[in-house]
């Protein structure tokens, strides 16, 4: 059974379903490694910030910024980060797989 500490930020660019480890903060986009390089050498985009998720929820320069990130399953944003599972994850995550103990009892830290 897939639990939500399997759930991951997905890209929002490619459709290999790959892992996105980074934001880019002006298009508000979730980018895998792939996609990122493409994104830094794109004439429209290379000047944009760029910054792992990991940083981002880690050290936050405003609360804003952690909150626009999406979850992939849901399209709701990230407004928990479970400790014991490492991960982001949205309200409707948090209370959807709560039944099958995917976060009963964890440690999450409300990102509001």
């Not at 996105?20 to 994104?39: D, G, P, T, W």
């Not at 990230?78 to 991960?87: G, N, P, S, T």
Request: overall charge negative.
């Amino acid at each position: 059974m897939k639990t939500n500490c399997d759930l991951k930020a997905k890209c929002d660019i490619c459709d290999e379903n790959h892992e996105a480890i980074y934001r880019c903060l002006q298009c508000e986009q979730n980018l895998c490694e792939s996609m990122v390089k493409v994104h830094r050498n794109m004439k429209v985009s290379k000047d944009h910030k760029i910054i792992s998720i990991h940083e981002l929820v880690s050290f936050p320069t405003s609360e804003t910024e952690i909150v626009r990130i999406l979850c992939s399953e849901h399209k709701e944003p990230f407004k928990l980060f479970d400790e014991d599972c490492q991960r982001l994850i949205c309200n409707l995550c948090w209370y959807i797989h709560s039944d099958n103990n995917g976060h009963q009892g964890h440690k999450c830290i409300n990102l509001q």
